[in-house]
């Protein structure tokens, strides 16, 4: 799914992108100081773990289970927070002041409710308050599972902090109600050098601007022209192309010729319907590992974010995604050869194809992969 150079250098991307004259130290986030290290105490690096709704969990046991195995020097603060049920703000908070302590954070996906009463996702929350602006997500095709389309290789840099996901809205008139899209030069700027520094830093040879720009013209207009510029003023050297696509044509595009697009990056609703159908051009939402970073923190959580209620304790949920997603967070916090050993297993037994879970045509269940993994690292 991620090849072992892009793993260790989306950091290097995130530290040129977002502090590019401030000294960093080591980490896959933008670090200024000590200050903002990652915990560590008594040689065990503290993580905070939000399993989440759905099938959380299941594949954070699997995770755990995992870890525990090969003794993996990770101490975790769990905070157990749904988006199920009403009066858990104080639970979320709790959870936010960990990772602010922590500096990093796996987590599962945090069900958002539909009704006009519920509260406002937590997971874009996280997000905006912890000012996590660059999602990755990295859709690739895994060798000895077939898919509709081969040789699928492309990252979706998404920014995760403005656009339709502002939360701004309200009813002006009964029946009325205006929705603020929020689009900024400044955050575009630096998600534009984030995923420019990705491609260097990764080998890629191309970045796609997606964009609705036809039609709004002003705020995708502004992302679109930011684009532009910072391809041209500041990455024309490098010779990475750069071209721009219309959101609705790329969706098409991306089932019927995905092999063309490399690098993506594009506004914050936009990123969230590709990462799908990269997702499901690969495999799936049980198998597409994803992280974000900010200036100070990281989080790790899978790349296509479905809660998976549908199969919630029933053992059938696939935890690679999840899997992933924790040896991305292990190679952030620089535990290199752990995350070797996991990843590696977990690509060998997917590609084994003994043992696969029913998202991959298998029979076999969350416990089943889990422990063939495990048998796999000792």
């Not at 987590?107 to 006009?116: A, E, M, N, R, V």
């Not at 912890?130 to 979706?156: E, M, Q, W």
């Not at 990475?240 to 609703?269: E, G, H, R, W, Y």
């Not at 029933?314 to 990843?343: D, F, V, Y």
Request: proline share 4%; glycine share 10%.
């Amino acid at each position: 799914m991620l090849s072992n150079s892009l793993r260790t250098s989306v950091g290097s991307a995130m530290r040129t992108a977002a502090v590019r004259r401030v000294p960093v130290a080591r980490s896959m986030a933008t670090i200024a100081d000590e200050k903002r290290l990652p915990a560590k105490f008594g040689g065990k690096y503290t993580v905070t773990l939000v399993p989440g709704d759905g099938i959380g969990k299941e594949v954070a046991d699997s995770v755990k289970e995992i870890f525990d195995a090969l003794k993996v020097p990770v101490q975790w603060e769990q905070y157990d927070v749904s988006g199920e049920t009403t009066g858990g703000d104080e639970l979320f908070q709790e959870a936010m002041e960990s990772l602010k302590r922590n500096k990093v954070g796996l987590k599962g996906i945090l069900y958002t409710p539909i009704d006009q009463t519920g509260h406002n996702s937590w997971n874009v929350a996280m997000r905006q308050q912890l000012d996590i602006y660059a999602s990755v997500v990295v859709c690739k095709s895994l060798p000895g599972f077939p898919t509709r389309h081969d040789n699928v290789d492309f990252a979706i840099i998404r920014e995760n902090t403005e656009g339709e996901y502002s939360g701004l809205e309200h009813q002006s008139f009964p029946g009325v109600v205006e929705s603020l899209k929020v689009s900024t030069r400044a955050k575009a700027e630096r998600i534009a050098r984030f995923a420019f520094d990705f491609a260097i830093k990764n080998n890629r040879k191309k970045v796609t601007c997606v964009h609705k720009a036809n039609i709004m013209k002003l705020g995708d207009g502004l992302f679109l022209n930011t684009c532009k510029r910072i391809a041209e003023q500041e990455y024309g050297h490098t010779g990475i192309k750069f071209d721009a696509m219309i959101v609705d044509n790329t969706a098409m595009q991306l089932v019927s010729k995905p092999q063309q697009f490399d690098v993506m990056v594009m506004p914050n609703l936009y990123g969230t319907i590709c990462a799908n159908i990269g997702s499901a051009l690969v495999g799936g939402p049980g198998i597409t590992p994803g992280c974000n970073f900010g200036r100070e923190y990281a989080l790790f959580e899978p790349g296509c974010r479905h809660v998976g209620k549908d199969i919630m304790g029933t053992n059938k949920a696939n935890p690679t995604a999840l899997i992933l997603s924790a040896t991305m967070m292990l190679r952030h916090l620089g535990l290199e050869s752990q995350a070797n050993l996991i990843a590696g297993a977990t690509y060998d037994l997917v590609k084994e194809g003994k043992v696969r879970t029913a998202d991959l045509g298998g029979k076999a269940t969350t416990t089943d992969f889990t422990q063939a993994l495990v048998q796999r690292l000792l």
